[in-house]
Nanobody, 118 residues
Framework: QVQLVESGGGLVQAGGSLRLSCVAS????????MGWHRQAPGKERELVAW???????NYVDSVKGRFTISRDIAKNTVYLQMNSLNPEDTAVYYC????????????WGQGTQVTVSS
């Protein structure tokens, strides 16, 4: 397993920005993919962005163009830059990892709260 620690959440006004960080306990080259998920109260957790060990990125339509996932290999860290935030982005954001691209996400961070006010 890999340990993941998220940080960077907080309270921001609509239109503002936040940068989330996820530090992994192992070299991220050995991780098939790392992704950011979010979950609002009463809603299912959804994957919003992910990056593979080759650097390929993907986003769900609701965040595409506003969020950017990136990595710093030397720091074992994946980032989620969130711009043009709106209240619908309010959720607990979780970093997750899957060792195999063929499998599901099997390692999870504790989550960091993002709250966007109107």
């Amino acid at each position: 397993q890999v340990q993941l620690v998220e940080s960077g959440g907080g309270l921001v006004q609509a239109g503002g920005s936040l940068r989330l960080s996820c530090v992994a306990s192992r070299n991220i080259f050995s991780i098939g993919a790392m992704g950011w998920h979010r979950q609002a109260p009463g809603k299912e957790r959804e994957l919003v962005a992910w990056i593979t060990n080759t650097g390929r990125t993907n986003y769900v339509d609701s965040v595409k163009g506003r969020f950017t996932i990136s990595r710093d290999i030397a720091k074992n860290t994946v980032y989620l830059q969130m711009n043009s935030l709106n209240p619908e982005d309010t959720a607990v954001y979780y970093c997750a990892a899957k060792l195999s691209l063929a499998g599901g996400y099997d390692s999870w961070g504790q989550g960091t709260q993002v709250t966007v006010s109107s």
